[in-house]
């Protein structure tokens, strides 16, 4: 089992963002959902993934039922097929996605996190964990004793392809898996939406695998 500390939720700078929702900020605080520690984060990774949740779920409403379980057969999960799918649908609806979102900045992790959580209904865990104001993300999936990993990356931030790989191949040496995604968001082209999207698998020196997803 993957063994996921406090630290795998989300994590918000603790300065004057937080003041334009203070009442509800400081609702969350006295009930324990949430905690000050350098920053603010969920409590427990019970909390992450409900409040992730929530954030959500007006994506999770126009997602089709027919994704729920389409790439599971209780021994394996294909994550690559599932990842193939979620391209088509943010090329054709991620303007609607985001229109449905306050948190637009996180907007592609949450629409990653819905697509996925809808596709496992509940038969596999996601645990998330993200930076605000970095666009450092990753999404780690654990189905039937292994663990997928999914990194994320906006392509208009300043961190390179290959510093996104390495960082990759850290969590996945930790979490002993071979196989990859790392996920890049295109918000600088003026493509259109289906022209963004790529796939490119590598191989890194110590024999991982890893697909470059642009969406």
């Known amino acids: ?114 697509f996925i959580q809808k596709a496992v209904d509940g038969a596999a865990a996601v645990f998330n964990e993200f930076v605000d104001g970095t666009g450092y ?7 039937a004793g292994r663990n997928h990993i999914i990194e994320l990356q906006i392509k208009d931030d300043q961190k390179s392809f290959e510093e996104s790989k390495e960082q990759l191949a850290g969590h996945m040496d930790r979490l002993s898996t071979a196989e990859g995604w790392l996920m890049v968001f295109d918000r600088k082209s003026k493509k259109s939406g289906t022209k963004k999207i790529c796939w490119e698998t590598s191989t890194t020196p110590t024999g991982q695998t890893i697909h470059t997803v642009g969406c």
């Open 1 to 114: 089992m993957l063994s996921v500390s406090e630290d795998s939720a989300f994590y918000v700078r603790d300065d004057e963002t937080l003041f334009s929702f203070k009442d509800d900020l400081r609702y969350c605080l006295d009930l324990g959902l949430l905690k000050k520690d350098g920053g603010l984060r969920p409590a427990n990774p019970i909390y992450a993934g409900a409040i992730v949740r929530f954030l959500n779920e007006n994506i999770q409403d126009i997602l089709p039922k027919a994704i729920i379980g389409k790439w599971m057969d209780g021994r394996n999960m294909d994550m690559t097929g599932l990842l193939k799918e979620f391209q088509q649908f943010w090329a054709n609806s991620s303007k609607k996605c985001l229109g449905r979102l306050d948190c637009k900045e996180a907007g592609p992790h949450l629409s990653l996190t819905a």
């Open 137 to 143: 993300a990753y999404i780690v999936v654990q189905y």
